[in-house]
Nanobody, 118 residues
Framework: QVQLVESGGGLVQPGGSLRLSCAASGFTFSFYAMSWHRQAPGKERELVAAITSAGGSTNYVDSVKGRFTISRDNAKNTVYLQMNSLKPEDTAVYYC???????????WGQGTQVTVSS
């Protein structure tokens, strides 16, 4: 069955770094665009970063530009989010999402908690 399993979250001090991973299985990973989203308490889920199926194009929400980097390894069926210079406002549950717009299919992971606090 389809699975997206996020890992790498945790507690980090402001200014620190974390690398999130999302391991995919049960579908043809290389056909899907991937994205990271986050949801803070009391707020709507927002798109953080996205990458095309072949990894040739990325985009980011303005608040993380220059600090976060999305990448993927299609041989390992994994997408990553490198997060540097973390701020308290980055605290949220982070979710990965797979989308294949051509067939209207999407999948979500279960989320991983990121907490930025001193």
């Amino acid at each position: 069955q389809v699975q997206l399993v996020e890992s790498g979250g945790g507690l980090v001090q402001p200014g620190g770094s974390l690398r999130l991973s999302c391991a995919a299985s049960g579908f043809t990973f290389s056909f899907y665009a991937m994205s990271w989203h986050r949801q803070a308490p009391g707020k709507e889920r927002e798109l953080v970063a996205a990458i095309t199926s072949a990894g040739g194009s990325t985009n980011y929400v303005d608040s993380v530009k220059g600090r976060f980097t999305i990448s993927r390894d299609n041989a390992k069926n994994t997408v990553y989010l490198q997060m540097n210079s973390l701020k308290p406002e980055d605290t949220a549950v982070y979710y990965c999402k797979a989308v294949r717009a051509l067939i209207g299919r999407e999948y979500w992971g279960q989320g991983t908690q990121v907490t930025v606090s001193s």
